[in-house]
Structures are given as structure tokens and as C-alpha cells.
């Protein structure tokens, strides 16, 4: 079984994450050593991509604070997406965090495919619907 921390596998991740539109500068030795901040930011950020209105603060000042950011990320993501996370590998916020983040950046990667598509589909609708009124209109 392949290691999620392996360089391959963790260059894929940010690579996918300019992809998905993260922002912010990830690079390979981001999760050579754990980066609690990293994965906090992220975790927040995907939730967000999911739902723009939902309310994870990003404070981890205190063990409390980084415990019930991680606790939220994953109820959210459990509840709202089907996604079971391993909260204790996004603690670690090392090289294993990756392969529990991947989940949720397929999470974002969907949504982001269905929202493109589903905006396709309005634009056929609105001209449909013309159509059709002028099909009545005529009969």
C-alpha cells in the first residue's frame, strides 16, 4: 500500500489545489514537518468551497481551539458531503493529513464540475423556455 506522504503523492495535492483556486503558497516541505496551520486553513477553505456561508472559525491558538476546528471540519463534511475524515491524521498536520484532505479536495473537485454543468443547463433552459413561447405564441 502506498504511503500518502510520499513526495508524488503530496506534489499531486498542491497541484490540485491551484487547480480548485487555493490561493495561498503550498509547497513540498509544507508537510515534511506537522503544519497545523496549513491544514487548518485548508480544512476551512474546502468547507467554504462546499458551503460559502458555513461558519468554521480559524482559531488554533489553544489545543481547544485546534480540536473543535478539526471536530467541525469533519462533522461538516460528514453530515454534508458523506465524508468520513480521520480527525486524528488532520491533527497530526504532517504528510497524513494529505490523504485525508484528497477527500475533500475530490469533494471540492465534484462541486465544482456540478455547479459548471448545472450552470450550463440554466443557460439551455432560458432558451428553451424562448422557444417554447414562441412555438405558442405561433399556435
Partial sequence: MTSFNTP????DFIEMLRAL???SLVSMESYRTPNFPLVADLLVWLSKRFDPDIDIPLEISTEDERVKLIRNAAQFMALKANIKLNTKRLYQADGYAVSELKLSRQLASEITSTGATLFD????????RGCIQLKQFKN
Avoid at 8 to 11: A, E
Avoid at 121 to 128: I, T
Fill in 8 to 11: 508524488l503523492n503530496v506534489s
Fill in 21 to 23: 483556486g487555493y490561493s
Fill in 121 to 128: 443547463l440554466l443557460g439551455k433552459e432560458v432558451d428553451l
